[in-house]
Each structure stands twice: as C-alpha cells, then as structure tokens.
C-alpha cells in the first residue's frame, strides 16, 4: 500500500477566534445590563425619598430620649410620634380614631410580626399618670419605648 492512500492529506487549522464584543449578542447584554442597573439606582433614590419620613420620626425620637423629660411625658410624646408616623404612611381616615386596643392591634397589625405586648395598652393608659412608677413600671415602660422606635424603622407600608 502506498503511503497516500491512508493520508487524507494535510490538516487545515482555522484561524484564530476573535474575542471582541462587537458582535449584536454583547450591544444586547451590555444595554441590558445597564438598564437594570439604571433601574436599580432609581428604585434605591424612590425608597430613600420615600423613607424620608422614618428618617425623621427616628431623628426626633432621639431628641425626646436625650431631653429632661421624665419618663411618662417621653412616652406620651412618643404616642404623638408613632400617630404622625402612622399618619404619614397610612392616611388620616385610617388611624386618627384609634384609641387604646385598636391602636395597638393597628400597630401590630402593620408589622411582620407583633411588635407590641399586651402591657403597652396598661403603658399608655396607666403609667403616664401615676406621680411615680416602679422598677416593673420602669422597665416596661422603657420596653414600649423601644418597641416603638422599632416599630417606626420597620412597619410596613
């Protein structure tokens, strides 16, 4: 047998592969890419403004903490707070006739889970009243205070 004849002949290597981004798949990639990042960053700005609010209410409650005030006129302002913040986010209509259990379920009821216990209503009722609280008092009292600026960073909307 000749030689030749097993041969196919010379092998032919193709050229070599050209890595650009010029072809209309990446133009695609490349503009869907930076439309969901334009769209990220304005998604990022609308939550910002819209929690300008939060930002607020959380800055003013600092205030009242850091004041002289005693404890039972931090808690009563704190009830005006949490109504404004209430206010701004869910409307007048909604929340301007609540009182005492209903306002504390509506509280509740606005958060991914229960944020309020059932001696808050006893707080706001009771405790800002009396001349002077017990240790008990004291502490649940500083509880529903930070259950309530818990409430203004994390209610839903």
């Known amino acids: 047998m ?5 041969s196919i002949g ?3 290597e193709p050229g070599p592969i050209a890595y650009t981004y ?3 798949g990446w133009k695609i990639v ?4 930076v439309f969901l990042f334009v769209l990220f960053i304005l998604w990022k700005i609308y939550r910002y403004l819209k929690n300008t609010y939060r930002r607020e209410a959380l800055q003013y409650f600092s205030t009242i903490e850091n004041t002289d005030i005693n404890l039972q006129k931090q808690v009563l302002e704190v009830n005006k707070l949490l109504k404004q913040v209430a206010i701004t986010a869910y409307g007048r209509q909604k929340v301007i006739s609540l009182q005492k259990e209903k306002w504390i379920d509506f509280l509740n009821s606005k958060s ?4 309020f216990s ?3 209503e006893e ?3 009771q405790y800002i009243y009396k001349s002077a609280l017990s240790t008990q008092e004291v502490e649940q009292t500083k509880q529903y205070l930070d259950h309530a600026r818990t409430w203004i960073s994390k209610h839903e909307l």
């Open 112 to 115: 991914k889970k229960a944020i």
């Open 10 to 12: 010379q092998l032919i």
């Open 30 to 33: 490349a503009a869907t890419l």
């Open 123 to 125: 707080v706001l009722n």
């Open 118 to 120: 059932d001696s808050t």
């Open 2 to 6: 000749n030689e030749n004849e097993n």
């Open 22 to 24: 010029d072809t209309t």
